[in-house]
């Protein structure tokens, strides 16, 4: 089932100084503001969005001080995307042309391995990027998979328009790349684990991701495909 693209929700009310407008979706309405600025619809419609993406505005902002220019140039470039439980957002093989912030829900970043398993990289939850970074830097088919494990919603930026607004604003440089630092750094850890015994993984795990193992939606068995163990072992362990 492919995802499903979410409109932004009509703009019902807006609060701009001391003043309250209602708009009424199709007609066209104005209203004036404090300073007697006369406001139409569009205007309305294009704050609603920034609020809609204060939270990845915040997000980057904590990478890299986020400049407002920055701000306008991603309003209108992010777009909303649905996926239901267990459907990919990234299929092997397809390329990564994009990344998206989370805003709610929950996804796995898994590869397959031999005997139709499959191994997981990283859990990622709301407030959270996720991106197959190799591919999305090379234009490669990705070697990964992303799916929901809940119901999801992201905003996704091509890759296109990132690199247009970063022609435009170099600074957003800094936040691409520390994105791709902080996916770097979950790839390393994971391949560092796998290093260690199953024992020395398992007795690992509550220093690491000590949310996984209270999340409800995070199964057992995944992970034990986390951890790269028996699915038993991870059984007995809990216990």
């Known amino acids: 089932m492919p995802p499903r693209i979410l409109r932004e929700p009509p703009f019902t009310e807006v609060v701009i100084n001391v003043f ?14 404090g300073t007697g600025i006369l ?23 904590t990478l890299h001080p986020l400049s407002d220019e920055i701000r306008a140039a991603l309003v209108g470039r992010c777009h909303r995307f649905s996926f239901r439980k267990n459907v990919p957002l990234l299929r092997t ?16 970043c898994c590869y397959d391995i ?17 991106c197959a970074t190799s591919s999305f830097h090379a234009l490669a088919p990705s070697r ?7 119901e999801t919603v992201i905003r996704k930026i091509s890759r296109v328009e990132a690199e247009a607004i970063a022609e435009k604003y170099p600074v957003f440089h800094t936040h ?3 994105i791709t630092e902080l996916q770097s750094s979950q790839l390393e850890q994971h391949y560092l684990l796998q290093a260690e015994s199953a024992k020395a993984r398992l007795a690992q795990l509550p220093t690491l991701c000590g949310w996984m193992l209270k999340d409800k939606r995070i ?10 163990v028996d699915r038993a072992t991870v059984s007995r362990w809990k216990r």
């Open 93 to 108: 093989g397809e390329p990564c042309d994009w990344m998206a912030f989370i805003e709610n829900g929950l996804v796995k």
């Open 219 to 228: 199964k057992q068995y995944m992970i034990a495909d986390y951890l790269g």
């Open 144 to 150: 990964l998979s992303i799916v929901a494990l809940d």
């Open 20 to 33: 309250s407008y209602r708009l009424n979706p199709p007609i066209r309405q104005v209203g004036f503001c």
């Open 114 to 130: 031999s005997g139709g398993q499959e191994r997981i990289i990283c859990f990622l939850r709301a407030g959270e990027i996720t």
């Open 39 to 61: 406001l139409t619809r569009p205007f309305f419609h294009h704050m609603k969005i920034r609020l809609l993406m204060d939270e990845f505005f915040q997000y980057l902002a």
């Open 176 to 178: 691409l790349r520390k």
